[in-house]
């Protein structure tokens, strides 16, 4: 079921309970047990940020290699 919650967060709420979660580590106050569910649940989130950079970094080498391979008439097919 964690799966379906993580794929269901946008990036700018994974991105944002991020921040909160780094904010809380760096402030301490946690006992060593909420410090490692922090850490963990960062890394959740930094992992649902990553696959969203990389799909948006992904459609955007799309887009820009659809104009130049309009312009040079598909030559993938020569090579």
Do not use: F, H, N
């Not at 946690?30 to 890394?43: D, I, K």
């Amino acid at each position: 079921m964690a799966a379906t919650t993580e794929e269901a967060l946008g990036y700018e709420q994974a991105r944002d309970e991020l921040i909160e979660v780094v904010r809380r580590l760096e402030t301490g106050g946690t006992t060593l047990e909420e410090s490692l569910a922090l850490w963990e649940r960062g890394e959740e989130l930094a992992k649902v940020c990553r696959r969203w950079l990389e799909g948006a970094r992904a459609r955007l080498d799309a887009a820009l290699a659809t104009p130049e391979d309009a312009e040079t008439g598909g030559d993938d097919e020569d090579a």
